[in-house]
């Protein structure tokens, strides 16, 4: 019975081999080719269907013309990929920025042979779908005309691009719609003229002047959220103050988020206390 059944044991294993040969030389000829490829447009294909379920949760399925999940490509010596190939990726990807959530917002643009190129535009999603700016790529920077809006529809910035960097005159815009300020950039760093930036709820977040490529005078930020609770409004506070003259810093101020003059952190640009205060603002 020993004998018999050691005997049935390897004809089982021999017919096992067997039928792995079979496999291994059924996916060696071309009809199996056309299987690899519908593979790989089928993992395509599911990589898009959640930035389609996405974009029509959030109700921009109709507003952006790509549904490509610009996520899923892969970057390979400089160039980006779609999923499953060996080219590099052209046509239009749809990202979905929600880093700042609840405020989220989904950018549109163009790729040509694994680079940014062409049109790019972001939309605002938090409250309405109105475009939150529009900018175009050159052979992967950002080249030519970007110009801003806030979500109010109001105009926020414009100005231009040259290989990658900010360059010439950038206007900026209040949320009301004034003109606020006018800045020259250099090679992408400011260099003369008034800088003032904005919250959303309209109140000042920085404002300085900049003088042949250096702050002038004072740079003032606005970084602490208080609730005012007569106008039932946020309202932001000074955080710091930096002076300077003949282009080095002199002072450096910094008060916390009860209002008390502190010891700057040096952890954010807007400022903040090297130590924790509690105390509420007076």
């Not at 996916?27 to 959640?50: C, F, H, Y």
């Not at 105009?155 to 949320?175: A, E, L, Q, V």
């Amino acid at each position: 019975m020993k004998k018999k059944g050691s005997l049935i044991k390897k004809l089982l294993i021999g017919f096992g081999i067997l039928f792995l040969i079979g496999i291994i030389a059924d996916s060696g000829d071309s009809g199996n080719n056309v299987s690899t490829i519908e593979l790989k447009e089928s993992s395509a294909s599911q990589a898009r269907e959640p930035i389609e379920e996405k974009l029509a949760y959030l109700g921009m399925d109709d507003i952006v013309s790509g549904h490509f999940d610009g996520s899923t490509l892969f970057r390979k010596d400089g160039l980006e990929y779609g999923p499953g190939s060996e080219v590099p990726y052209s046509g239009v990807a749809v990202f979905i920025e929600e880093s700042l959530w609840p405020k989220r917002w989904v950018i549109e643009g163009t790729y040509k042979d694994g680079k940014k190129d062409g049109k790019w535009t972001e939309f605002y999603v938090y409250k309405n779908k109105r475009i939150k700016c529009q900018y175009s790529y050159k052979d992967g920077k950002k080249d030519g005309l970007w110009t801003g809006w806030q979500e109010n529809g109001q105009k926020s910035s414009k100005g231009i691009f040259k290989d990658g960097k900010k360059n010439g005159k950038w206007t900026y815009w209040s949320p009301d719609g004034q003109e606020s300020s006018e800045l020259i950039y250099k090679n992408g760093l400011p260099w003369d003229g008034e800088f003032i930036r904005y919250h959303d709820n309209g109140q000042k977040k920085q404002e300085g002047t900049y003088k042949d490529g250096s702050i002038d005078g004072k740079m003032t930020w606005w970084g602490w959220k208080n609730y005012d609770k007569i106008t039932f409004k946020d309202k932001y506070t000074v955080s710091k103050v930096e002076t300077y003259k003949d282009k080095e810093m002199i002072s450096i101020e910094c008060w916390s988020w009860g209002g008390n003059e502190c010891e700057c952190s040096g952890e954010y640009s807007w400022g903040g206390c090297k130590y924790h205060d509690t105390r509420a603002p007076q």
